[in-house]
């Protein structure tokens, strides 16, 4: 039981204002402790705090726009979302998207190599030469 009781410690979030940080902790705090009277003494050491969604979407956004018979980089990704030395992140969060309406068999390497997708190389190289970009 114990272990299970540790483990809803574990929690994440997701804050793009990190002024409203504190305003957030104490809610589910609270909202815990409602619950389960030992997450009131409980230390939060495990709490990770992830700032992030905000660029996920910032990233998504930018490659949904990259128009059929184009190609972007990861780093022009990245800077056109707000962070231009973020372009392993891009590579990292576009290999977790598996929405067919963002294309991101269009993103490739700053060195015109095509880098990876999560259907396979393969697949993508497929999908570039359907587009007539190889």
């Given at each position: 039981m114990s272990a299970i009781r540790r483990s809803l410690?574990?929690?994440?979030f997701a804050i793009e204002n990190m002024r409203s940080f504190t305003q957030h902790l104490s809610k589910a705090t609270c909202s815990c402790a409602r619950y389960d009277p030992y997450l009131r003494a409980a230390s939060l050491n495990s709490l990770r705090i992830?700032?992030?969604?905000?660029?996920?979407k910032k990233v998504?956004?930018?490659v949904k726009k990259i128009p059929r018979g184009?190609?972007?980089?990861?780093a022009v990704v990245a800077k056109r979302a707000g962070s231009p030395k973020a372009f392993r992140?891009?590579?990292s969060l576009l290999k977790k998207n598996f929405d067919p309406a963002?294309?991101?068999h269009r993103v490739i390497k700053s060195d015109g190599s095509l880098g990876g997708y999560n259907r396979g190389v393969q697949e993508k190289i497929r999908k570039l030469n359907e587009e007539k970009l190889l």
């Open positions: 410690l574990e929690i994440e992830r700032k992030g969604a905000g660029f996920a998504l956004a930018v184009k190609t972007m980089s990861y992140a891009v590579g963002i294309p991101c």
